[in-house]
């Protein structure tokens, strides 16, 4: 069905085409095997004839090159481009078999003769000439090299410089910064470097204050103003420049009221919900003598902001979620259960497995406080304040949930990232820390992101039309943590990243010319890491909003303001008396407060309630109507509703790949239409608009990664290379030692089940 | 009010069971309004019953004022119609409808609860345990013995033939423009299979059914093999279930064969006649070693010798490899499916929901059927003939063979195609639907009934949703084969093989499944369905993929979105729409202006305005 044109045109970013004709090169070993190196990026360590383990049925010897250590990533340039391993891999940072140091989780020696294992850390000495190296990746994957041929010495060097550069010892040693600066010193015209942090992109970075007016005007906060008194990170070390605070409060009062709260953070809004209720996040307030006094000054402040004069509405985060250490130890388990036990023998206790990491728990609890949020403003009109300890955690995540829950400009892919800048980056969630970039305190090390992606995931799976992105987008966007050169993911605070860039720079000597510090990439300059084309996996063709933009020559739908009296007239009916008037008692809020907690608690303990709460019935006339996708959305939250998210978790895990299936078979004829779609209205555009810029490359531009190509005679059958991981692949990138390479047709009787030698001698260890 | 009306009668011209959810906001899709003119055309010609319009054939037999105790909203009073086909609730008490519209055929059991004398409010009345994973309270006025002739009437008409009457299917007087019973033809689907050839032909031994009564009149057997030696097999085959040909694998000549368990007793009796038999199976494309899957594990195929059956031992068929696949028996599944409904009806497990599935097993079973399928259809595709029993051929080995079939063949994963299979490898080989689903009869511990066949359309959905291009139905067919598997409504499903089916006269008296399913096939489609002819398809048969069919085991739950269609598949297909709609306006814009318009584009560079006539002839095409 393919002609061998088309076999070319397919996809190239994990994967390969299957059918390459590549064997006629049996004269390669002369060919000299380099690491590609980036900016600034050095060789640090290498060894040769080192074979890099392939857990697949068809090469058994598993792939020889040589193994590099940067000061970036650990590289593996192989010999033989075997057919199957002829990647085309256009990850513009890393290569197909390169791991990024920052990924690294931990660096495993073996020696199978002696019987030796020992982990790796900085600056350690290794007493044994190692036969193996095993690398845990924070993205689950497992990578194996061996060191049968490769000489002694030089293996363990190797070993050694992999674990000490895996544990750098300052920020400043963070890959990020050298190839940031080195971009500055080479090159000396005025785009400096490409890297353009916020021109050219549609996201807002909320890095000044023009960014918060347009969110103020966007969702009609008229009664909220930007605040530049923390210019210079002069009151709050953790707070961004700019942030917005009610009208009321003047810079004085804050300068006054900062003092008391965690960190001197003055509690930030986020978000207005439609009906002018607010949501604020807001750390402890550390002086207790002045709590009283200061969480009524802040309560009546946004109360004030309210054109119902609204009660407020504290939510407890620390009380009622998980902690970041309770979020760890999840992961922990889950990885284990996921990729580390061997399948076969874990598949029995699977569910329960599962169910004991708590991962899907958490999900759970994290997006039911969200939706208990989500009633409080949508239901109750009232404004919420989340209350955090130190506001730099869990607040992300339930902010965002519930913005991405009422609001669908945040569920475009300009609106999320902006929401992402706006929740996790300039409110200071602690990147450095809860990646553990530095591998320096596990206790600080958390997946609060990762578990927030799981939650949008969730919402994605069960309305997959209502995103403008894909799955394969959140995938990638949690790996881009593990990819040290983007601002987003690799510091604590702004004033973190003001500081390292400054300082780095005039120790380095570099003339930042008008900048005031290093302008590192942003993770949301996607081209830094994808070609155009393997962008538009990230495109979703159910999107409803698509349609609209296209049509609408580009203009992007933003959230519409529903003032209407009408609709407060018809959402207002249910309240209580007291809260028509805008002044809900002090009784009032504590009974809702209580009931909250209850709520979540009767759910732990089981104890089921015959009266339906009001949110419960809030959430069930939700429910009962039709969903408008342009409009809040609630997600189920019954557990047997919720999923795992299998690209990320199972991607790299052989056996649970299904070849030629999983939901991206049904994308690819979704994106087929979509394209042809997009083609049409680009021809009736042309009609229309006679000669109305024909040659403009954005409506020749597809948006859809599959595109129709063939005769249409027949819609064509998915490509033979999508599997269930697509765009990612197993080969190679899950290895666990031990059981090398149990291949998918264990489950079919009669094939024969593949052992390497290797294994056999494994597992005498 | 009329809208109500007309969405109720509507959905249930559609699929009358999956649309009763129990409070009918939650029925209300776009479905209701495209064939409400339908509807009024229905209820012109039919007696209203409250709000739904009857089938023909149908008629009321009471109504009465009832409250309906609903394990969501609390008590309800309205009142309820029973028919000879279905129990009716509407509420009365309050604007927000509730309904519930049950076929009798759905009932499993009918208790009385409370007594006269009972304390508490709503406390006497009646408790109806349903086949379709849910359970019905009814509360009634606890003077003058409200309830004796509701629940007399409940228990006669839902159990018709415990109580010498017909089953519904036998009383429906409903007419369709495709006639289901036609969809099978058994030489029919042999020929397509390529048979009869030189190696396997075509016997008429059984037309009688004297060869063996569970089993279909046409068999297909190996061409080396009488009529007489297949009599000699049949003595050694438990239920003389011989082993004949399912599928044949038109390249390899491989095959699928199924039969019973051999009669090896205790004593371990061997029989000549059958190891030949055999044989000449394995002979037919020259395999090596002909693979038995007996569906048991193994101490259950042990176990089976006391009471006269076994397996097939190594000496006695030396040519042969016995694999056990360790599927449990009918009352395992049973239980299985039990504790499966306590954990989601009326509400799901909250706390270590995940464990609480995993207790079930139900998974876990699913897994061994997906599995032992696999291994059938790899042998099969790898060019080894094989064959399939558990021990009397009818539950595990049907399951086996059907689904490893719908792997192999893409014929199968086709509307008509799938019910081909059904037609041939359940109903044509005695699966005991009546035992089985226990049709009209009152004896609901009856130990014969299972979930068996539920089990399979589970197995079916689970790869459904691993290759969601792979099959041209959809997920509601296969829900409205289950509600039609308990309902009554239609013949298909009723009795335990052939010759009962033949004796009652079923294809005369009854209408078939597929005659309303062809009526409409639109409603079953899949939309992202992708022909591919020689595409074997191997689920992953592992805990990590397979999932609860929760729109089926959880759909009466209010809370819970009930959605006609899935949201992707509508989406897809409101694109479908859209395309279209483009199509139509640039055609239109082709024909206003053909000539000025062709050098204008010729004359802009960009290479898809270079092409446009090319375009639309090719995008038309395929639709």
């Avoid at chain 2, 799938?418 to 089985?436: M, N, P, Y």
Wanted: with cysteine.
């Amino acid at each position: 069905m393919f002609s061998g044109k088309q076999t070319k045109a397919t996809f190239k970013s994990y994967l390969p085409p299957l059918q390459t004709d590549s064997k006629k090169s049996p004269q390669l070993p002369i060919k000299k095997l380099e690491a590609k190196l980036l900016p600034g990026e050095i060789v640090v360590n290498e060894a040769n004839f080192v074979k890099k383990c392939i857990s697949t049925e068809s090469c058994q010897d598993g792939l020889w090159g040589k193994l590099v250590c940067t000061n970036f990533k650990v590289s593996f340039i192989p010999h033989n481009s075997l057919p199957l391993q002829r990647f085309q891999c256009t990850h513009r940072l890393l290569g197909e078999h390169d791991i990024s140091l920052a990924c690294v989780e931990q660096v495993v020696t073996v020696n199978d003769v002696k019987g030796k294992q020992k982990i790796l850390g900085s600056n350690q000495k290794l007493k044994f000439n190692p036969t193996e190296l095993v690398l845990y990746c924070k993205d689950f994957r497992i990578i194996r090299f061996r060191f049968d041929e490769a000489g002694p010495e030089s293996a363990k060097k190797v070993c050694l410089a992999i674990a000490h550069y895996s544990h750098p010892a300052d920020p400043q040693l963070l890959f990020g910064f050298e190839y940031v600066g080195k971009r500055y010193h080479g090159s000396t015209d005025e785009t400096v470097n490409g890297v353009d942090p916020g021109g050219g992109l549609q996201t807002p970075l909320f890095d000044c204050s023009s960014d918060w007016d347009r969110e103020i005007k966007r969702t009609g906060a008229s009664e909220w103003r930007v605040c530049t008194i923390n210019q210079g990170y002069f009151i709050s070390p953790s707070l961004p420049e700019f942030f917005v605070v009610p009208v009321s409060l003047a810079d004085q009062d804050l300068k006054q009221y900062a003092c008391c709260f965690y960190s001197q953070r003055i509690p930030l809004w986020c978000w207005n919900h439609s009906s002018g209720s607010a949501l604020v996040r807001m750390s402890n307030i550390s002086d207790p003598l002045q709590q009283r006094k200061v969480e009524q000054r802040i309560s009546s402040a946004i109360i004030k902001s309210h054109p119902l004069r609204s009660d407020v509405f504290k939510s407890d985060l620390d009380k009622n979620l998980p902690n970041i250490q309770d979020i760890q130890t999840a992961l922990l388990k889950l990885r284990q259960i996921c990729v580390i036990e061997p399948f076969e023998e874990s598949e029995e206790k699977w569910l329960s497995s599962l169910d004991s990491s708590r991962w899907m728990e958490y999900v759970r609890t994290f997006l039911k406080h969200a939706v208990d949020v989500v009633y409080m403003l949508e239901s109750r009109h009232v404004s919420v304040i989340l209350l955090e300890k130190e506001d730099r955690d869990l607040s992300c995540v339930i902010s965002c949930l519930v913005q991405l829950m009422c609001d669908p400009h945040c569920r475009s892919l300009h609106g999320f990232q902006g929401l992402i800048q706006k929740e996790w980056v300039m409110a200071g969630h602690r990147f450095l820390d809860r990646c553990n970039h530095l591998k320096k305190s596990d206790k600080e090390e958390s997946p609060v992101f990762l578990l927030f992606l799981d939650c949008v995931w969730q919402l994605w799976n069960q309305y997959p039309a209502a995103f403008e992105f894909t799955e394969v987008y959140l995938t990638v966007l949690g790996d881009s943590m593990w990819v040290p050169v983007f601002s987003t993911f690799l510091f604590n605070c702004p004033r973190q990243r003001a500081e390292h860039s400054r300082d780095f720079a005039s120790s380095k000597s570099i003339h930042l010319g008008q900048d005031q510090a290093l302008r590192f990439p942003s993770v949301w300059d996607w081209s830094q890491q994808f070609s155009l084309k393997d962008q538009t996996l990230f495109n979703n063709p159910l999107y409803v909003g698509k349609i609209a933009t296209c049509v609408q020559n580009g203009t992007v739908k933003t959230f519409t303001h529903r003032r209407s009296k009408k609709n407060y007239s018809s959402t207002v009916r249910g309240l209580p008396s007291a809260m028509r008037n805008g002044s809900l008692g002090p009784n009032d809020t504590l009974t809702r407060r209580n009931s909250l907690m209850l709520r979540l608690r009767s759910d732990l303990s089981q104890v089921r309630e015959q009266q339906e709460t009001p949110s419960e019935r809030f959430i069930r006339d939700w429910f009962s109507r039709p969903v408008d996708l342009q409009a809040l959305l609630l997600p189920q939250l019954l557990p047997s509703h919720l999923s795992v998210w299998k690209l990320y978790f199972l991607r790299w895990v052989p056996e649970a790949q299904i070849p030629q299936g999983g939901p991206i078979t049904a994308f690819h004829k979704l994106s087929l239409l979509t394209d042809e779609i997009e083609t049409l209205q680009s021809q009736l555009r042309q009609y229309n608009g006679a000669g109305c810029t024909p040659n403009n490359p954005h409506t020749e531009h597809s948006k859809m990664y599959f595109k129709v190509t063939s005769t249409p005679h027949q819609s064509p059958a998915p490509p033979e290379y999508l599997s269930s991981s697509f765009p990612f692949s197993p080969m190679g990138n899950l290895c666990r030692p031990g059981i090398l390479g149990t291949p998918l047709s264990k489950f079919l009787n009669g094939a024969k089940i593949w052992l390497s030698t290797e294994t056999l001698a494994n597992e005498t260890i | 009010m009329t809208f109500l009306l007309c969405l109720s009668v509507a959905v249930e011209e559609a699929n009358p069971v999956m649309a009763s959810a129990p409070i009918a906001p939650y029925n209300s899709s776009p479905l209701g309004n495209s064939s409400s003119q339908n509807a009024s055309r229905e209820s012109l010609k039919m007696e209203p019953l409250a709000d739904v319009a009857v089938l023909p054939g149908e008629e009321r037999v009471i109504d009465k004022e009832i409250i309906y105790i609903c394990p969501f909203n609390s008590a309800v009073k309205g009142k309820v119609s029973i028919t000879n086909y279905r129990l009716y609730f509407k509420n009365t008490d309050s604007e927000t409808p509730v309904t519930l519209n049950v076929p009798l055929g759905v009932i499993n059991r009918v208790e009385k609860m409370g007594g006269a004398s009972s304390r508490g409010e709503n406390s006497y009345g009646l408790e109806i345990t349903c086949k379709d994973m849910r359970n019905l309270r009814f509360a009634l006025k606890q003077e003058g013995h409200s309830r004796r002739d509701i629940f007399e009437i409940l228990f006669k008409y839902a159990f018709p033939l415990s109580h010498g009457m017909q089953l519904f299917a036998f009383l429906s007087q409903e007419k369709y423009e495709e006639n289901g019973w036609n969809v099978y033809e058994p030489l029919e689907e042999y020929r397509r299979q390529g048979l009869p050839n030189s190696e396997w032909r075509v016997t008429f031994i059984n037309k009688n059914y004297e060869l063996c009564d569970t089993y279909p009149t046409i068999l297909v057997v190996p061409y080396k093999a009488t009529d007489e030696d297949l009599r000699r097999v049949a003595t050694f085959r438990s239920r003389c279930r011989i082993p004949v040909l399912s599928w044949f694998h038109k390249e390899n000549h491989a095959v699928i064969t199924r039969c019973s368990q051999p009669l090896v007793g205790m004593s371990g009796k061997r029989n000549k006649d059958d190891e030949r038999y055999l044989d000449v199976i394995r002979e037919a494309n020259g395999t090596t070693k002909l693979t038995i899957y007996d569906a048991r594990p193994n101490v259950n195929a042990v176990a089976n010798k006391a009471t006269g059956g076994g397996y097939e031992g190594d000496d006695a068929y030396q040519n042969a490899e016995l694999v056990f696949l360790d599927i449990h028996n009918i009352h395992v599944m049973r239980e299985s499916l039990k504790k499966l409904k306590d954990i989601v009806y009326p509400n799901v497990e909250e706390s270590h929901w995940l464990s609480s599935l995993e207790s079930t097993h139900w998974l876990e079973h699913i897994k061994l059927v997906l599995s032992g399928a696999i291994q059938v259809a790899d042998k099969v595709s790898s060019g080894s003939s094989v064959m399939v029993h558990c021990s009397d051929g009818w539950d595990r080995t049907a399951q086996l063979t059907s689904l490893s079939m719908l792997m192999l063949d893409s014929y199968y994963r086709t509307l008509g195609g799938f019910q081909v299979l059904l037609e041939k490898e359940w109903i044509g080989f005695g699966h005991k639907f009546a035992s089985r689903i226990g049709h009209g009869d009152k004896n609901h511990a009856d130990q014969d009934r299972s979930p068996i066949f539920l089990q399979f359309i589970d197995c079916v959905w689970q790869m459904t949703k691993q290759f969601p291009t792979a099959f041209e139905f959809n997920e509601r067919l296969l829900v409205v084969i289950l509600d039609h598997l308990y309902s009554c409504r239609f013949g298909t499903f009723l009795y335990n093989c052939e010759s009962a089916r033949e004796s009652n006269n079923v294809r005369v008296k009854t209408v078939s499944l597929w005659s309303l399913i062809n009526s409409d096939t639109s409603l079953y489609i899949n939309p992202f369905y992708t022909p591919e002819s020689s595409r074997v398809l191997y689920p992953v048969a592992s805990m990590r993929h397979l999932e609860l069919w929760v729109t089926y085991y959880i759909r009466w739950n209010p809370r819970i979105q009930h959605q006609q269609q899935s949201p992707v598949e509508q989406r897809y297909k409101e694109l479908l729409a859209l395309r279209d709609q483009y199509l139509k306006k640039l055609e239109e814009l082709q024909l206003s202006d053909s000539a000025p318009s062709s050098t204008h584009l010729t004359n802009s560079s960009t290479p898809n305005a270079a092409t446009p006539n090319q375009h639309i002839t090719h995008l038309q095409t395929p639709f």
